[in-house]
């Protein structure tokens, strides 16, 4: 890599700590801590235990509400995608749920279930549902309906048709919808614990918001911002890229 092109990488970066800097010094650091005073907290939370628990709470609630609305959504989207009168039946109701905002199923949930960990698994499974449940469905309604047809004279058994033919059509469809969900599961299941949890990256900001630690709600910020970058360019473009490859 060249200089040039290095530079031109780095440059968004260093204006934006420019910016940042300049932000500090104007509103002051009860509001906008500088750059090296978040660097050292940061350091310091990523150095601490409670931490990393507090970060493996929040994974684990993002990944557990994502995959239960992941088995939900193959589970009712390929039949959908199959029939086009039990697509049409749930469509509505889907596109219904999808329009809510995530605040909207936190109220709803803090109501029926009160706080815990529980909070975030649902509201990330009712806020990603519908996308994953849309995709997969429409990927699978779009499939060629002549190799459906020469699968059953054939008499392809059920589970062969499902994993030769259906899950590989709609891959790239299911990829891109995971692509979308996974970019928003870490959001809501942080704002989810800021209102219904003790424990994970959402409850430790909305510790720092109550005692006005703005050095620690930027690093709390930074972590979360972390985590998402790491999963989608560790986890997501390596399998789009392999699913454009291999279907």
Known sequence: ?????????????????????????LCGPALVPAPGTTALKLLALLASQTT????AATLLRGLGGLALAA????????PCGLDPRLLEFFSPLVTAAQSCPPIVWISLV???????????????FASVFPVLFINIAQGTAHLDRNLFAMARFYRVPRRRFLSQLILP?????SL?????????????????EFFGAATGIGAQIQRTFRLMDMAGLFA????????????????????????????
């Open 1 to 25: 890599m060249s200089p040039l092109t290095i530079i031109r990488k780095a440059s968004p970066f260093v204006i934006l700590l420019l910016c940042w800097a300049l932000a500090s010094m």
């Open 52 to 55: 990393w628990s507090h970060v």
């Open 71 to 78: 088995v939900a959504a193959y589970v009712l989207g390929i």
């Open 110 to 124: 803090l109501v029926w279930v009160s706080t815990g960990s529980t909070v975030p698994i649902i509201v990330v």
């Open 169 to 173: 059509g709609i891959a790239q469809s």
């Open 176 to 192: 891109a919808a995971f692509t979308f969900a996974l970019g928003i599961t870490w959001k809501v299941t942080a704002t989810a």
């Open 220 to 247: 709390w910020t930074l972590i979360i911002i972390a985590i998402g970058l790491t999963l989608e360019l560790g986890l997501i473009h390596p399998l789009r890229d392999r699913a454009k490859r291999h279907y």
